[in-house]
């Protein structure tokens, strides 16, 4: 029986019975966690059906006065890093920042963590002004259906966004997608995703559940179940085996991580970090990965990861801050 056939016939636990040994034999049992990391809160595109940015665009502008510092940006990479979390990509600068700009913190990112970095920053043909301090580009296909994908994303050519990880692929990076659940696809539609990774040589998927925004179209509709989730992933690690996969997890969602582990994912994404730390949420999260018979990188709960003094003096008030706002969290928990 096909994998398709499998998921609408309900056969699950099959899959991830599957899913869960190919992705042991292939890549360990370690799990990551994953934060990215935003540049500004700008779009210049704005009308994703399902994206809060899509009912805030009146509200924002100036693309400049939704620049990030770019100490705040580092610093939040550096207690991320303190933490054992990789950094999933540099998102939301284009329009913001210039090429030269992302490039600079990228080469500084790389400098502070160790590791090249994946970038999310729109539809762009300036890829061959990076080096080796990028790991590979994501394209935010969100939806594999051409048409459905149109309808949900109308100023994100599907083709311009192939095109430009077919470039990326030519010089030399790594290519990945973004893939939201919940936005109207079908079952069926797994065929159109298997072959973009197929034909454009897609190297890391990462999936996220719909997240019902307010003032948006699906603001009424449901998440993904998680069988239904978890039987997707699975269906992909089974058809490509030495994929990387990233699940995003919402917080009202933590019960998903452990069926989409067994499903295959490699790491976890997704998590509002600084107010999930040192909570039960976050333990939560560890709770799972435990008992999906996995090791976590990374930490949610232990606080002597974050202390000392930052690589560099003028990032040290703003690392202080975010390390205060997870100290915080513990504190209030431990009443
Ligand atoms: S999904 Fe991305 S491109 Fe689309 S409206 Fe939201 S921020 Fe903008």
Known sequence: MNLINKIKGFEILDLLNQANQITLKNHGDTISLERAIFL???CDKGDCAFC????????IKDPQKARRRSEAILAEVEVVN??????EFLSGGYGSFTTPEIRSLAQEIHHLTGNPVWLNIGITKDIDSYGEEIRGITGAVEVANPLLQREVCPSKNLDDILEMLDLAGELGFKKAITIILGLGETVEDLNYLFNLIEDHGINRVIFYSLNPHKGTPYAQKPQPASLYYAGVVAATRIRFPDLEIITGTWIDNLANIGPLILAGANGLTKFPLFSMFGTGKGRRVEEEVYWAGRKLEGTFSDADRLTGPSYRRDLEPFVKRYIKRCLNNKSRNED
């Open 82 to 87: 303190r933490m054992g979390w990789n950094i």
């Open 52 to 59: 809060y940015m899509s009912t805030q665009k009146p509200l």
């Open 40 to 42: 500004s809160w700008w």
